[in-house]
Structures are given as structure tokens and as C-alpha cells.
């Protein structure tokens, strides 16, 4: 099972294996943010370096073009952010499907535990788009994907040949 979390949400004990998927953000690099994350019970205070996984995240330049988007209406919001949601799920997929070994271990680690991906927000660049959720969606369908990949049933000694 795949979930997907902010950093400073409660960890659970269904969680599993956690990765953290950001770049960077606030202009500091995200191994900045575990160390001075604040000392309660969330999913910062579980993460280490070991587990992030900035690669697997939008790169800087897909975050950068869905942040291009000006909204002048609320009446706009919705139809304008369902498009642009739909071409930043196919651009991002694009990366993903570029380099597998971006994200290849999160896979195996899906194969095996419950596995946890971690944002810091909701949304890139107040987007409403959650990038964390789209990684997890992709995931899963390469799981389906390894899972229905095994060799036909052979019928071969069923055939008469009279």
C-alpha cells in the first residue's frame, strides 16, 4: 500500500517505509528542514537523509511552468487548474518514465512494506497540485504493471495432433 503524507503529519503505525519526495524548498535544502523539524511525534522526527528522494520529485523546471499560471478570476480557478493539473500529471509522468532509477528503489520498497511518501505542502506553488499523490498513482500502476508480467500458460500438451 502506498500513502501519501505531509511532513509534519502524526506518524502511524501502518505507514511503513518513508520517503521523503522534495527537491528543496524555502530556498533550503530539504536535509536542512529533518534536522531542525520540531520534536513531537510526526513523520520529520522519522525521516533520514536516507530517505529522501529529491530526483523522484517534479523537477525544478515543471514546478517553475505550473507556477507560470496567473489566475484572474475564481470563476477561471477550477477549468484552468483542471488543465494545467492534467499536462503537469503527463509532463511529470514523462520524467518519471525517463529515469527509472529515479524511483526505482521506492518501488522495491512498495513490493515489500506499506510505503509512505512525504511532501512538505499540498501543492507546488499554491497549484493545488500534489505531486506526492501523482508519484504514487505512477507507482502503483508500475506494480500492477511488474505484477501482471509473467510468462502465458503453455496449452501445448492439451493440442492433439490426430
Given at each position: 500500500?502506498?500513502?501519501?503524507?505531509?511532513?509534519?503529519?502524526?506518524?502511524?503505525?501502518?505507514?511503513?517505509?518513508?520517503?521523503?519526495?522534495?527537491?528543496?524548498?524555502?530556498?533550503?535544502?530539504?536535509?536542512?528542514?529533518?534536522?531542525?523539524?520540531?520534536?513531537?511525534?510526526?513523520?520529520?522526527?522519522?525521516?533520514?537523509?536516507?530517505?529522501?528522494y529529491p530526483d523522484a520529485?517534479?523537477?525544478?523546471?515543471?514546478?517553475?511552468?505550473?507556477?507560470?499560471?496567473?489566475?484572474?478570476?475564481?470563476?477561471?480557478?477550477?477549468?484552468?487548474?483542471?488543465?494545467?493539473?492534467?499536462?503537469?500529471?503527463?509532463?511529470?509522468?514523462?520524467e518519471l518514465i525517463a529515469?527509472?532509477?529515479?524511483?526505482?528503489?521506492?518501488?522495491?520498497?512498495?513490493?515489500?512494506?506499506?510505503?509512505?511518501?512525504?511532501?512538505?505542502?499540498?501543492?507546488?506553488?499554491?497549484?493545488?497540485?500534489?505531486?506526492?499523490?501523482?508519484?504514487?498513482?505512477?507507482?502503483?500502476?508500475e506494480l500492477d504493471r511488474?505484477?501482471?508480467?509473467?510468462?502465458?500458460?503453455?496449452?501445448?500438451?492439451?493440442?492433439?495432433?490426430?
Amino acid at each position: 500500500m502506498i500513502y501519501c503524507k505531509k511532513l509534519y503529519d502524526t506518524a502511524e503505525s501502518q505507514d511503513g517505509w518513508y520517503a521523503l519526495i522534495e527537491r528543496e524548498w524555502l530556498n533550503k535544502p530539504a536535509e536542512d528542514h529533518l534536522e531542525n523539524t520540531p520534536k513531537k511525534d510526526n513523520l520529520g522526527k522519522q525521516l533520514a537523509k536516507d530517505n529522501w528522494y529529491p530526483d523522484a520529485a517534479p523537477s525544478v523546471e515543471l514546478c517553475q511552468w505550473i507556477g507560470q499560471t496567473q489566475i484572474k478570476s475564481v470563476a477561471d480557478r477550477k477549468p484552468l487548474q483542471q488543465e494545467k493539473q492534467h499536462e503537469f500529471r503527463q509532463r511529470y509522468r514523462q520524467e518519471l518514465i525517463a529515469h527509472p532509477e529515479y524511483w526505482m528503489p521506492l518501488l522495491d520498497k512498495a513490493q515489500n512494506t506499506n510505503l509512505t511518501l512525504v511532501s512538505v505542502s499540498e501543492s507546488i506553488n499554491n497549484s493545488l497540485i500534489n505531486h506526492t499523490k501523482m508519484l504514487a498513482e505512477f507507482l502503483e500502476d508500475e506494480l500492477d504493471r511488474f505484477n501482471d508480467a509473467s510468462s502465458p500458460v503453455c496449452y501445448a500438451h492439451l493440442i492433439r495432433l490426430d
